[in-house]
């Protein structure tokens, strides 16, 4: 008898090697069919992008990561788990908006707008996928954050070199006379009609929003576009939609100079009183005026657009029965005259009466705020977001 060595008998071997062919047979069905063992992650090229779009019918803009598929095996994005970083922020597995798996030249889009990326002080996000069943790496990016827009006062109008959304607001109008007619006393309010002014790279637009909230309704020189009229109040603001880079928002002023009819004097019923004396508050229609000044003529020097640091002209010269600057700006006007406001911030003021030899600069006052909106570059450098300041 021998010792140390051992044979197998026929119907053991058989069945060892049926079980390597059944073994051969399932890594065989695996390769055609699209079955994986598991812990195994999908072999594919991946490419990652970004972009901000405007919702039209809310102006709101959106921010989404896009993840393309370059190639290879196919991606269930249920299957994906999305982390987002910027400084102390940390968004995971923000909505798809886009759903079904993912084969060659497919992409799928990731909402980040909740990430809200340009709130945080960090200067670059990063975004990692990872299939989640094997917690394997499937993509990653880097984002730059630049916050350097710019903001500029270019021929009566201001701009921004990125994206913006701007918000008029008209906080009051100064442009009224104590009047005597007929042995009455009148504070009468002189009409004023305003449009904002879009201009730019393929962009125009007239806005007519004040005072009755339609942006879209023509002028038609009547009391229902005196934003002056009594009737009314104060302040009036509006928002724009997204306004390109580089294209200019203004905010133009017609002013109508009382003709004198006495006829045409429309009485409120209100009074208000200045130094001792009662004044019924009117208005005029603006189908009866000695003149126009219209701001929006390149000619006409009855508009100034200020920032912060300027000076209003011929400050501290309004009539005394006028409601001042200060009045109207409040803390963004100090008791020189000098202008308190941020950088995205301007004011324009009118002279709507006098010369501008003579004039005072007090009758009406828009505050311009520019706010830049979130977008995306690419450039041989990577993916860069400007968020504004």
């Keep these: 008898m021998r010792f140390g060595t051992r044979s197998i008998s026929p119907v053991v071997g058989v069945a060892l090697l049926v079980v390597v062919v059944v073994a051969l047979a399932v890594v065989f069905f695996a390769a055609v069919g699209g079955v994986r063992p598991s812990g195994v992650a999908p072999q594919a090229a991946t490419t990652v ?36 970083r910027a400084g102390d922020r940390r968004v995971v597995n923000p909505e798809i908006e886009t759903g079904g798996a993912l084969s060659g030249g497919d992409a799928t889009r990731f909402n980040l707008t909740g990430a809200d990326l340009c709130s945080s002080s960090a200067d670059e996000a990063t975004v990692d996928v990872y299939h989640e069943p094997t917690g394997k790496p499937v993509a990653e990016q880097t984002i730059r954050i630049e916050r350097n827009a710019s903001f500029e006062v270019v021929d009566n109008a201001v701009k921004s070199d990125v994206p913006y959304e701007a918000t008029v607001t008209i906080p009051g109008s100064g442009y009224a006379t104590l009047e005597n007619h007929d042995g009455t006393d009148y504070y009468l309010y002189w009409p004023v009609e305003s449009r904002i002014v879009v201009s730019g790279p393929n ?184 968020c504004g300041n």
């Design 203 to 386: 962009t125009a637009r007239t806005l007519t929003p004040f005072p009755d909230g339609d942006p879209n309704d023509a002028l038609t020189d009547t009391t229902d576009d005196d934003i002056n009229n009594p009737v009314y109040s104060f302040p009036m603001t509006y928002e724009t939609d997204r306004i390109p880079a580089e294209a200019n928002v203004t905010v133009e002023m017609k002013s109508y100079v009382f003709g004198g009819d006495d006829s045409e004097i429309i009485g409120e019923g209100s009074t208000r009183s200045y130094a001792g004396t009662q004044y019924e508050e009117a208005h005029v229609p603006l189908d009866d005026y000695e003149r126009t000044i219209d701001s929006s003529d390149p000619s006409e020097d009855n508009v100034e657009i200020l920032r912060d640091g300027d000076s209003v002209p011929t400050w501290g010269e309004s009539s005394p029965h006028q409601d001042d600057l200060q009045d109207l700006l409040r803390n963004r006007i100090d008791g020189s005259g000098n202008l308190n406001l941020s950088d995205n911030e301007f004011v324009a003021v009118f002279e709507l009466n006098e010369s501008l030899a003579s004039g005072d600069f007090n009758d009406v006052v828009a505050v311009i705020e520019l706010d830049p909106r979130p977008t995306y570059e690419e450039t041989e450098e990577g993916h860069t977001l400007r």
């Design 49 to 84: 992008g970004f972009e901000a779009t405007v919702d039209q019918q809310t102006g709101a803009t959106n921010q989404y990561m896009i993840l393309r598929h370059g190639g290879g095996e196919t991606i269930d994005p249920q299957n994906l788990k999305v982390v987002v």
